[in-house]
């Protein structure tokens, strides 16, 4: 093998917030921060934005101590962006500025923690460093509550936001039922094209305080099935409580929320939202029920206070072994989980997944962990899911409220 | 002093859950269980409604070590209720009722736990037994996340709904501060006339996470001051974030939301809710921003997961000072909290109000601690709510799952 690359190194953060991305950022930073063969340690503002508009912070300048504090900081300290990258074929304008920027602080490592979008970034990235021979390592950390990425077991920031979506629907049942009336909850998860989120709810119920009734978007929603599902609950049980996933989309691919929807993301993704709202008349229309949308919104992607210590851990080690990799000679790989059974007891493996591999594919809830009346979840998803959320984090409080890392962000 | 009464007692829960009512339940049956002048311990199925019916749980039936666990179970275990008590000068059919149960079961003592409504039952309950000369010891156990209940500092429920809604909008700060773009967001809190529960937003803002404007229904709502406020915050930070309560008002009384009411709850309030995704709107279409409205809905009154230990400590002392002074003799009033400063320290007295004090006045939020332009809290709500949220609980999990109370609920 060759003398290793000696250089600065670049750390971004794209794509939607977690309650862990910061713990891949404090992986990526302090791996980097100890390496020989990485000189400076630039964390970009805004991800790939920072990169090409010059506002890189100096990592080496923050201290090692607050740092730390990003284990629990949720949602992207440095900033993120969803900066979609034109295909280097057709125009290079933002890959030669990424260049420019490269060269003028002698980067020679990139890490790039998103999800499909950012792998993708990250890829077209890689690629053109090396078409123009450029010597650049390049990794994709992997990021995504959506859990949806290719060729990975699961995906960092998906099991604190499952505890979240758990532990919320089993109060939410315990508060719905509190009442010696007839009532119906309607309660609303992210999740745009696949369902692990809305799933998660599966596990409030596995434990005896959740939904009665799960619709995910890897089964057409049919909204006549859907209601005589409530119906048949609410006649027999006078209290239904659904969970259903933001992407649920009739046969036609037409979102159920669709009504509701005008914006679109900087990916020309449709924004979703309000389903919960538009179904919970729906169905108090046709039953005449007391009913109540409610939607989880963000807090079921930045709530670190009930984030899963397992989560928290491989996300710091997805960021640690991507730069230990890159460090040892490899480049245009995204870190990927394997799920191993030792002694019969949950693993992760950290493995490496060439980044074209998985670009832009999405990675569904398989459909034979869904029930036949494609409303709930099997054992199956149980058992994939329940090792994910596991794990009490030791969180640092001040006045019993979280203290979040306060980083000096000093510009380059 | 005369001879201990000697009977069995009921407890009832009532009124809106919250995540330590239970806690009072558990203070309430263990300090009767272990009470020699107390027979026989009853918990009303969904409060006064339970007695009506002649459905009583026999909390001696139940383990020990199970019951225990109502400290950390969120909602109303035993079942809640809105049931407005005739007046008994007008209509003594459900309190003659009331007194054939209370013969039925030889029930002497009678405890009863929540908030404004409920101590207005309890003290006609109490008058009417003695104006028919049946021995009876009523107290009343305070509960509210609204925290409105008069003569006392605080209620139980407060602290922990506090707590989950500082904790919330710290990480909804730190999500929705994410992406260099500009963005207003609005989260709507629960409280209909007291604005306590959106006050403690503050707490998040003092902690350098929180909303940048706090409303109140202490203060008529004025559009086009909010809008202004809006605006000239988007203009200057590109971001804002505002909490409002779902009571805020125009100077006239009605409700904001008001255009999106149509029920009403058992009491003739008018149920409100969708306020966050009506201003979301306006204020879309006055600043052309995005625009993200979030309810807290239900999350805010069952986060256990997020209680204080104060609170539970505090909630559990009301029900046990509750039965204990009721065996000592003393009937008709509600258990009060005193605050008191020990060497620099918070710390909680229990005393008694008399019940027709407390029943049917509502306590705001005083006028002294909001800012003058009446959109945020000055430092001495902080130093009032600090205290009240403090302390972390060791909750009970299981696959770090909450793990609640699974009562028998064996019928008398």
Redesign the interface.
Known sequence: MSAKLIGACIFGQSGG?TSVINASAYGVIKTALESEAITKVYGA??GI?GVLKDQLYVMDEEDPEELRYLLH????EL????YKMADPDVDVTDYKRILEIFKKYNVRYFFYNGGNDSMDTCNKISRYMKSVNYDCHVMGVPKTIDNDLYGTDHCPGFGSAA?YI???C???N???????NKMI?IVEIMGRHAGWLAASAA??TY???GPDLIYLPECDFDMDRFLADVDDLYRKEGKVFVAVSEGIHYADGSFVSEAKTS?TDGFGHAQLG?LA?MLAEVVKEHTGA?V?G??L???Q??????A?ETDIEEAFNAGKVAVENAVDGKSGYMVAFERENVDGRYHCEYTLLPLEKVANYEKKVPLEWINKNENGLTEDFIEYA?PL????PDLP??????R?A?LKKVLA
């Open positions: 917030p503002a805004h934005q900081t949720p949602s992207s900033g993120s962006c969803r505890k758990a532990t919320s089993m109060e939410i315990k508060d719905a039922r509190v009442y010696d909850v596990l409030a434990f005896g305080s914006a309000g709202g007391k109540r409610i939607e919104s963000l807090l992607r930045c709530g670190a206070h009930l899963s329940l959320i596991q794990g009490e409080k001040v006045n019993s409220l979280p979040y306060k």
